[in-house]
C-alpha cells in the first residue's frame, strides 16, 4: 500500500500528497486524474480521490460510510453558469438548494474540496464559506458524479479509482 501511494504521488507531479487529514481521519491518495474538455483535450482540472484504504472497487467506495475526498485544483476559468450546467447535467436537475447557492465561477487556480462523510457532504473552496449539504443519498450521488457511471470522463474517473487512465 505505502508503494502504491508513492507511485501515485510521483504520478501526480507533487501536485497531492500522499495523504490528507480529514473528516478526523488520515485518508491515503487513492487516484489522481485530469478533466479534459472537447477534442482539443483542454485540461480543465485535476483531481485526487482520497480514501481510509486504497480500492479501485466504485461501488465498495460509495456504499463506505467513513470519509471520503475529493479535491480539484483548477487549471482553466470557468463561468458560473457552464459549472451549473456541467453539474445539472451530471446530477439531474434540480440541485439542492444548499449546493447550487454554494456554486461560484472558477478562476485559474482555485482549489475546492468535497469531503463525503456518512450522512452529507461538505463544501470547500475559495471566496465562499464551507457548506454541508445533508443526506447520504445527495453525497452517494454526488460521488457517483466522479468515479461511478455518470461521469463523462472515463479516464478521469480511471484514474481516481487508481485504475490508470487518468
Known amino acids: ?5 508513492l507511485l501515485l504521488a510521483a504520478f501526480a507531479d507533487g501536485e ?12 491515503v491518495l487513492n487516484g489522481t486524474g485530469r478533466r479534459l474538455y472537447s477534442w482539443l483535450r483542454v485540461e480543465v ?4 480521490l482520497y480514501l481510509e484504504r486504497p480500492s479501485g472497487e466504485a461501488e465498495a ?11 480539484v485544483h483548477y487549471r482553466r ?3 458560473l453558469e457552464s459549472v451549473v ?10 440541485l439542492p438548494e444548499a449546493f447550487r447557492a454554494w456554486l ?9 474540496r468535497q469531503l463525503f462523510l456518512g450522512d452529507g457532504v461538505v463544501l470547500e473552496g475559495p471566496g465562499r464559506p464551507a457548506a454541508r449539504v445533508a443526506g447520504a443519498g445527495f453525497a452517494r450521488r454526488l460521488l457517483g ?4 457511471p455518470a461521469m463523462p470522463d472515463e479516464g478521469l474517473r480511471r484514474g481516481l479509482l487508481g485504475l490508470g487512465g487518468g
Open 104 to 112: 461560484r465561477p472558477i478562476a485559474v487556480g482555485d482549489m475546492e
Open 16 to 27: 497531492f500528497p500522499a495523504s490528507r487529514e480529514a473528516g478526523g481521519r488520515r485518508l
Open 145 to 148: 458524479c466522479w468515479i461511478g
Open 85 to 94: 450546467a456541467a453539474w445539472e447535467a451530471t446530477l439531474g436537475q434540480p
Open 61 to 71: 467506495i460509495l456504499a463506505a460510510t467513513g470519509p471520503r475526498l475529493v479535491e
Open 1 to 5: 500500500m505505502r508503494r502504491r501511494a
Open 77 to 79: 476559468a470557468v463561468p
Open 45 to 48: 482540472y485535476r483531481a485526487a
